[in-house]
């Protein structure tokens, strides 16, 4: 699967980058391992979706042990 990630736009303008999932995979393992991450966690996300935050912070550690992301907005 690739993952098409927005930049923040220094320039001005937002430019596409795309990852392949691997990418984030073995970064997502460490942070399992480094919080303790199981099944009966909650991972409170306040990136928006498209920010590199949320797939390597919140969405792959969730989905590598099985736990919920909850989206919250400020």
Same mark, same amino acid.
């Given at each position: 699967? #690739?993952? $098409?990630?927005? $930049?923040? %736009?220094? *320039? %001005?303008?937002? #430019?596409?980058? *795309?990852?392949?999932?691997? !990418?984030?995979? #073995? /970064?997502?393992?460490? +942070? @399992?391992?480094?919080?303790? =991450? *199981? #099944?009966? !966690? =909650?991972? +409170?996300? /306040?990136? /928006?979706?498209? *920010?590199?935050a949320h797939w390597a912070f919140c969405f792959f550690p969730a989905q590598l042990? %099985? @736990?919920?992301?909850?989206?919250?907005?400020?």
């Amino acid at each position: 699967m #690739k993952i $098409t990630i927005f $930049t923040s %736009g220094s *320039t %001005g303008e937002q #430019k596409a980058v *795309t990852h392949d999932e691997t !990418d984030f995979y #073995k /970064p997502a393992q460490f +942070l @399992c391992n480094k919080w303790e =991450l *199981t #099944k009966e !966690d =909650l991972i +409170l996300n /306040p990136f /928006p979706a498209w *920010t590199i935050a949320h797939w390597a912070f919140c969405f792959f550690p969730a989905q590598l042990v %099985g @736990c919920e992301v909850v989206n919250i907005n400020f």
